[in-house]
């Protein structure tokens, strides 16, 4: 994990479980399977601000 940037697996790992623990991310599979998603909070934040950021057409 990191690729080059400067980022320690397990650095990488401990973000990961605080984004998960916040309830921003959630976590899929065990062990090294393991991935993370979006969780339906932020699912439900992104199709809000999608919903409510309408811009209308000026050339209509």
Not at 8 to 14: E, L, Y
Not at 35 to 41: G, N, Q, R
Request: glycine letters at 16%.
């Amino acid at each position: 994990m990191g690729g080059g940037q400067g980022l320690s697996g397990r650095h990488a790992g401990r973000d990961l479980k605080a984004l998960a623990d916040a309830g921003l991310l959630a976590a899929r599979g065990e062990r090294r399977g393991r991935h993370y998603v979006a969780s339906d909070l932020v699912l439900r934040m992104r199709a809000d601000a999608r919903e409510n950021h309408r811009i209308d057409d000026p050339f209509a």
